[in-house]
């Protein structure tokens, strides 16, 4: 997985958050798979189609915080993540 410091674009944008659809219980394996990136400031109150209870694991970027919940439109209970 990358370190909660290296999340960013090819272009250098910072990126807040990863979401990674494949886990391993080999750290090395971990983070696989489609990656769907959060960048700063992002309010997504629904996942993107096919998106769906399909994270397995996540890297949050430093100076960030993500907080995802259990319904659809934030809905039903919440946890927030960071690095």
């Known amino acids: ?3 909660a410091a290296d999340l960013r674009l090819t272009n250098g944008t910072r990126v807040c958050a990863q979401l990674y659809t494949d886990d391993s219980p080999y750290y090395n394996q971990c983070c ?13 109150p629904y996942m993107p189609h096919g998106w769906s209870a399909r994270t397995s694991s996540l890297v949050v970027g430093t100076k960030c915080e993500l907080t995802v919940w259990s319904g ?4 039903g209970k919440s946890k927030s993540f960071s690095a």
């Open 1 to 3: 997985c990358p370190t």
């Open 32 to 44: 696989a798979g489609d990656v769907l990136v959060v960048l700063p400031d992002s309010d997504v």
């Open 72 to 75: 659809r439109g934030k809905t």
